[in-house]
């Protein structure tokens, strides 16, 4: 198989570059900077140099593959982002995904894979949600659900993957909680019962390689570990790194601090990941947030 990566610099794009050359496919990766594409000339991956919004660039990265990953996002890199901070992500989720599209089908690619978010979906008392669940209406995952659309109308074979939250060390977010946890700033909302879904980026990765080998699995599938309470995770993270345990804030004071992201982070449902399991044999190597913690903290 050949594949043309979107996104191939990011920290899922690259977990998805080795995990396709590992198991013998081609790659050409979609790079912005003239030093990204040395690096994967370094490497003998070829690339293309622009970006999303490039018709041409993407007709040219396309051609001859049969398969298009868009990992690409522009997740800000805040501790606490406000929502116009997405803004770009946002476009590259629903003009990016339109342009991608159109592009993959005129070069003749046959697969359009699109990476989601499994966290959409509002208040369900800890019930367990499926693909099958309505999503929340809300700005902040409308865009995800444009792209998710615009994939599955493509013409092309359209996988979704909704993945859960990701957990990876040297990523952002994960040594900004960690070093949050150390210096007892990463508190719990309320009692701490909403749910985590996560997934570490190297699941997530196999997961859209091996739907792309397939051939046949289309629509949305999730993927992410075992949900795991908040107050589970952190606590436990926490006592990993030799901290305190994460305070508790109200979620009222929450919402003045964080605005809108308190409520979504206080939402309680449980991400089934049954179907990709059941459709396509797949199986976690970080299947819950034990062994995710112990790839952050092992020594």
Same mark, same amino acid.
């Given at each position: ?21 590992? !198991?013998?496919?081609? =790659? ?7 030093? *990204? ?17 490039? *018709? +041409?660039?993407?007709?040219?990265? +396309? ?61 369900? +008392? ?13 700005? %902040?995952?409308? @865009?995800?659900?444009?792209?998710? &659309? ?17 957990? &990876? ?26 749910? #985590? ?7 997530? @990765?196999?997961?859209?390689? !091996? ?8 629509? =949305?599938?999730? =993927? ?15 006592? !990993?790194?030799? @901290? ?9 004071? +929450?919402?003045? =601090? ?33 062994? #995710?913690?112990?790839? %952050?903290?092992? &020594?």
């Amino acid at each position: 198989m050949k594949a043309f990566v979107v996104g191939a610099t990011g920290v899922l794009g690259r977990e998805t570059v080795a995990e396709l050359r590992a !198991r013998g496919h081609q =790659v050409v990766a979609l790079v912005r900077t003239p030093g *990204a594409e040395r690096a994967f000339a370094e490497y003998g991956i070829p690339a293309v140099r622009g970006d999303i919004f490039d *018709a +041409a660039v993407l007709e040219r990265g +396309a051609r001859g593959v049969d398969a298009v990953f868009h990992l690409a996002t522009r997740i800000p890199r805040k501790p606490i982002p406000k929502p116009r901070d997405f803004e770009e992500t946002n476009r590259i989720r629903t003009e990016g995904t339109r342009l991608l599209a159109a592009a993959a089908k005129k070069a003749g690619a046959k697969t359009l894979l699109f990476q989601s978010i499994a966290f959409i979906y509002g208040d369900h +008392a800890g019930a367990e949600v499926t693909e099958e669940t309505l999503p929340l209406e809300h700005p %902040l995952v409308r @865009a995800a659900l444009d792209g998710e &659309q615009t994939t599955l109308d493509s013409g092309l074979r359209g996988v979704v993957l909704r993945g859960g939250y990701f957990f &990876q060390r040297g990523a952002f977010h994960t040594e900004w909680m960690a070093e949050a946890l150390r210096r007892h700033r990463l508190p719990l909302i309320g009692t701490g019962d909403a749910y #985590i879904n996560p997934v570490h980026p190297h699941d997530l @990765a196999r997961a859209f390689v !091996r739907a792309a080998e397939q051939e046949t699995p289309r629509g =949305v599938y999730h =993927v992410a570990a075992e949900p795991v309470e908040a107050r589970v995770l952190y606590s436990e993270w926490a006592r !990993r790194l030799d @901290a305190k345990p994460p305070r508790r804030i109200p979620y009222w004071l +929450a919402r003045l =601090v964080i605005g809108e992201f308190a409520k979504m982070a206080a939402f309680r449902y449980r991400v089934s990941s049954q179907k990709i399991r059941r459709e396509m044999g797949f199986r976690f190597e970080f299947p819950t947030y034990k062994e #995710i913690l112990d790839s %952050l903290t092992a &020594q």
